[in-house]
């Protein structure tokens, strides 16, 4: 016999009651190396697992985020009836910021941040929270640098131009030698447009004033103007 075949299976309606996609609303139940449970329903606990905590942040332990009785959101991931498993996410709840990174940061643009790591083969950056690119030690200077750490250390301000952007490896080029040649590219044309500028206006001027004098001359003179006498 068995007495929990009279009731009906609970996780059999749950797939339909909770598609994925659908918004909860729960206390976390207990806390684990690998993550949350939270609870859904009465005798129904959904997991959160490590990876579902954060986009960007390295979450080592969940009980560095929460602990037990909060109450959290969470979406929906699936529902395994067989196994009576509830996936859930956190961070499903918002978009991916590496989806959009190449909209916010697009190849050219310029960045600074912070140094958060001086390895030997180049400089980490805090382009945002839980977002970091990386300056070669190629791209440091148009000089050769052996070694990163003679020049910079972690806590740093530091400006460099994004070179390209990998969403899938969560990637970030950065060079702050591309971003030196930049700014002289950009100062050499705003001096050769002030040039270019300059000379226009003195032309301009100087044709102007010989109208001017034009429509104004008399017979005297302009025999003065060409050296002659009255």
């Not at 996609?21 to 329903?41: A, K, M």
Request: hydrophobic residues 35%; without cysteine; negative net charge.
């Amino acid at each position: 016999l068995g007495l929990k075949q009279v009731i009906p299976n609970p996780w059999v309606a749950l797939k339909d009651k909770y598609p994925a996609g659908t918004v909860i609303h729960g206390p976390v139940r207990n806390v684990t190396d690998f993550g949350l449970f939270v609870e859904v329903e009465e005798g129904i606990d959904g997991l959160v697992q490590v990876s579902d905590l954060h986009w960007t942040k390295e979450v080592k332990h969940p009980s560095e985020l929460y602990k037990k009785g909060d109450v959290v959101e969470a979406k929906v991931l699936g529902v395994d009836v067989q196994n009576q498993r509830l996936s859930l996410g956190i961070k499903q709840l918002s978009v991916d910021p590496w989806q959009v990174i190449a909209e916010r940061y697009p190849v050219g643009s310029k960045i600074k941040g912070e140094l958060t790591s001086v390895p030997d083969f180049g400089v980490f950056v805090r382009v945002e929270e839980g977002v970091e690119g990386l300056v070669h030690v190629s791209q440091l200077s148009q000089e050769r640098v052996d070694k990163p750490s003679t020049l910079y250390k972690v806590g740093d301000a530091i400006e460099a131009e994004v070179l390209h952007i990998d969403k899938q490896q969560r990637r970030i080029g950065l060079s702050v030698r591309a971003l030196k040649k930049t700014e002289e590219r950009q100062e050499m044309e705003n001096y050769l447009k002030k040039e270019r500028e300059g000379a226009k206006f003195s032309f301009e001027s100087i044709l102007n004033e010989e109208l001017r004098l034009d429509r104004e001359e008399t017979p005297e003179t302009s025999d003065k103007r060409k050296g002659g006498n009255p």
